[in-house]
Every structure is written in structure tokens, then in C-alpha cells.
């Protein structure tokens, strides 16, 4: 009895310690989360201010080369500025959004800038500047209070969740809502990229959410015994889906998984990278292998780039018999170099998948078409999407100029009206 109790007292002193262990790292993580989400805070903060002087700005200007510089500054910044909110713990509504006001200053941007048409730029940009102007100060006053929050984690993850009901972002989400409405009223073909953005194309049966576990412990068999919370999107969102959180160690992350057919959209984990690294064929390998694990296999690889501790591949829907590459419809993955572990997947063009038109494909004489001095090295059929959002079949050409610097370009040509839609030196 005496070396009962003396194993179950050592029992319960090594549970203590291991659980004080566990609490620890835990706070580790929730700490190193918070900040980011602050710093990502600040940033976003930062850029507003930043947009709305630019947008400001550009009503100085009739200069086409003043006026093209600025528009080029609103698109980075804008984008910039976008990646800041993807990353921000915001409810779904102000994320949604934002993501989609920001999207359309930034793509009329590069559409008055790239067509030297400034005209409706000028027209539309007064309210917009107003708008953000008024923005700015609403994000302001929200900010202040989000960072009241500050240092307890579990608020900040009540105000993701929508749980603090008065939370001024949600005044903020209004304020977009009408300025998405009346700054960038939906043409046609706009309305169209709507319904496939959310993506009302779906028509799987619903899973449950036992079954999206399921499916997330079968994509990622490795981190399966790791510590894991799902929540539910909210009814109004745009497409219903299973929002997976876990933490595993040094591991923590989020996985997305549409509610009808369990699709998984997105992917991301975080932990420290070795200096070591495996061979470029071993992660390609690993990278197809994982688009079969997942069901997306109509797909092949249109662009690899790497940095120091990480591969990013791109994958690309093929279709039809020439098997063009649908640009629009790829999968972004991201890849550790040290033991070829999935970090990071981006599906959402993928799984809202175009609607091929119609088109007829004209060929070209590319002797007649380019000068004497050009010589033609790759072709390939694609579709992309242009200025309106209208998918188009094109050629596109890889073509070089035979000089002294030898420059290369992409050239995209429309396959039925030969127009050229996108030319850009590559070197």
C-alpha cells in the first residue's frame, strides 16, 4: 500500500510538471500569435493612412506620367495593404469586406494606368477618397478599443468568433458594405465573378463536422494528433465552411474546408524551418503526391520559385485536349525545404473554378506577326481573365529579341481577336 501511494504521489508530481510544461508553451504560442496580430494591426493601420493620401494625391494630377506614377503607388499599396488584413483576426463579415473594397481600388488602379484612360478615374476617385477618409477615422476609433483587449488571448479570439457583439469593427464592416455598393456598382461580367467567388457553383452534399476533422486528419496525417478547435462560418457568409485550428508543439495553424464536399481552400502552419534541405525532384515529388491526397489532380505545375527555407509551387487546372493551362483556376503550395512538409496551400482560385466560354481559336503566323529580328521560343494555350473578368483563350508567348542584351518577353495574345492583352520583359 506504502508503494502505491508513493507511485501514485510521483504520478501526479510528473503529471503537474508535464502539464506546467504544457501551459507554458502554450502561453508561448498565444503570446508569439498576439504579437503578430498587433504588428499586422499597426501595419494595417499604417497603410490606411498611406492609401488615402494617395488616392487623395491623385486628384492633383493631369500629368500622365505624375498621375501613372500615383496609380501605381495605390495598387502596391493596396495590395500591401491586403495582405495585412488577411492576417488579422478580424470577424469574416469586415474581413470579406475590406478584402473586396480594397481589390477594386487597386484593379481601377491598374486599369486607368495600364489604358492611360483617366477619365473615370478622375470622376469616381473624389468619393472614394471621402470614403476612405471617413474609414480611416471609424478604423481609428476600433482599433483603440481592439487593443483594450490587449494581452488576453482568449478576447482577442472572442472578437474572431463575433462573441463580443458590440465590437466596433462591425460598425467599420457597415461603412464598407455601402461603399462597396455605391464607390464600385457590379457590371455584368463582374456579377458573374461574384457568384463564382462565392462559389454558389458547389453542389456536393454538406459534411459534417466530424467528417471535416476527418478530412483534415486524412490531408495531414502528421500533425492528426495535434490539439484541435472548429468553428462554424456564420449563416451569412458568403459560402458556408469549417474553420480548423490546431497546435502541436511548435506547430500551430488553421486549415478551411468548404462545408459542401469538404474542399479544402486553405492551409497554414507555422514552426521553425532546419538549415538542411532536400532535393528540388523530392518536394516536387511530395507536392504532387499531396494534390492527389486531396482530390485535386486536373492539375500540373505552371511555376516553381523558392527562398531560404521554404518552395512555392504553383498548380494550374488544365483543359481541354490541347490542354490549356485556366490560369485563373490554381492552387498555390508552399513547401518546407528541410523535410518537404506542406505549410501552406492556397486553393480558393482552384475549387471556385471557371466556366470555360465558348471562343474560337484562330491561329497565328508568328513569322508575319513578330519583327525579323524576333525569335519565338515557347507557345502555350491558356485562358485568363481580363480587364472586365471575362475568361479569354490566348496564346502565350515566350519570345526573345535577337540584340546585344538579348531581351526576353511574355507576350499574352487573345486566340480569336490576335489583340495582344498582356506584354512584360521578363529579362
Same mark, same amino acid.
Given at each position: 500500500?506504502?508503494?502505491? &501511494? ?24 498565444? @503570446? ?60 469574416? +463579415? ?36 471621402? $470614403? ?12 483603440? &478599443? ?31 458594405? &455601402? ?5 464600385? /456598382? ?19 452534399? /454538406?459534411?459534417?463536422? #466530424? ?39 511548435? @506547430?500551430?495553424? *488553421? ?16 514552426? /521553425? ?7 528540388? +525532384? ?13 482530390? *485535386? +489532380? ?47 496551400? $492556397?486553393?480558393? +482560385? ?6 470555360? /466560354? ?14 525579323? $529580328? ?6 502555350? $494555350? ?9 475568361? @479569354? ?11 546585344? *542584351? ?12 490576335? #489583340? ?8
Amino acid at each position: 500500500m506504502r508503494n502505491f &501511494s508513493y507511485l501514485l504521489g510521483l504520478f501526479v508530481v510528473i503529471l503537474a510538471f508535464v502539464a506546467y510544461d504544457l501551459y507554458d508553451k502554450n502561453k508561448q504560442l498565444e @503570446r508569439s500569435v498576439h504579437a503578430a496580430y498587433t504588428n499586422d494591426l499597426s501595419t494595417a493601420t499604417e497603410k490606411l493612412s498611406l492609401l488615402h493620401r494617395s488616392v487623395s494625391q491623385s486628384l492633383l494630377y493631369q500629368d500622365e506620367q505624375a498621375l501613372t506614377t500615383e496609380l501605381d503607388n495605390i495598387w502596391r499599396i493596396s495590395s500591401e495593404l491586403r495582405k495585412s488584413v488577411a492576417n488579422l483576426p478580424l470577424q469574416d +463579415e469586415v474581413q470579406t469586406e475590406w478584402m473586396r473594397y480594397l481589390g477594386r481600388i487597386g484593379n481601377s488602379a491598374k486599369m486607368a494606368a495600364d489604358s492611360g484612360d483617366f477619365t473615370e478615374w478622375q470622376s469616381k476617385m473624389g468619393t472614394v477618397s471621402s $470614403n476612405l477618409n471617413a474609414f480611416a477615422e471609424e478604423w481609428n476609433v476600433a482599433t483603440v &478599443s481592439f487593443y483594450e483587449n490587449d494581452g488576453d488571448f482568449r478576447k482577442w479570439s472572442a472578437n474572431k468568433a463575433m462573441a463580443i457583439k458590440d465590437s466596433p469593427f462591425l460598425g467599420a464592416s457597415k461603412q464598407l458594405k &455601402s461603399y462597396n455598393e455605391t464607390d464600385f /456598382p457590379l457590371t455584368a461580367s463582374e456579377s458573374d465573378f461574384e457568384k463564382k467567388r462565392d462559389l454558389e457553383h458547389l453542389s456536393d452534399q /454538406p459534411i459534417t463536422k #466530424k467528417q471535416a476533422i476527418e478530412h483534415f486528419k486524412k490531408y495531414f496525417p502528421e500533425i492528426s494528433d495535434a490539439a484541435i478547435t472548429v468553428t462554424k462560418s456564420k449563416d451569412d457568409a458568403p459560402y458556408p465552411f469549417y474553420h480548423i485550428q490546431f497546435i502541436r508543439g511548435t @506547430r500551430i495553424g *488553421y486549415a478551411d474546408i468548404t462545408e459542401k464536399g469538404g474542399h479544402l481552400l486553405s492551409f497554414l502552419m507555422e514552426r /521553425p524551418v532546419a538549415k538542411s534541405a532536400l532535393s528540388h +525532384e523530392e518536394i516536387l515529388g511530395t507536392a504532387k503526391d499531396f494534390m492527389k491526397k486531396v482530390g *485535386y +489532380e486536373d492539375v500540373v505545375i505552371s511555376e516553381t520559385r523558392e527562398n531560404h527555407e521554404a518552395w512555392h509551387i504553383v498548380f494550374t487546372r488544365v483543359y481541354g485536349a490541347d490542354n490549356a493551362l485556366v490560369y485563373p483556376d490554381s492552387i498555390q503550395l508552399k513547401i518546407a525545404k528541410d523535410n518537404a512538409e506542406i505549410l501552406g496551400i $492556397n486553393a480558393m +482560385e482552384y475549387v471556385q473554378e471557371e466556366k470555360i /466560354p465558348q471562343q474560337a481559336t484562330l491561329p497565328i503566323n508568328w513569322e508575319t506577326f513578330f519583327a525579323d $529580328n524576333v525569335q519565338v521560343e515557347e507557345v502555350k $494555350n491558356i485562358y485568363t481573365a481580363d480587364n472586365t473578368f471575362t475568361l @479569354r483563350k490566348c496564346y502565350e508567348v515566350i519570345a526573345r529579341i535577337n540584340n546585344e *542584351y538579348q531581351d526576353t518577353f511574355r507576350i499574352v495574345i487573345d486566340a480569336e481577336t490576335h #489583340k495582344v492583352v498582356k506584354n512584360e520583359k521578363l529579362k
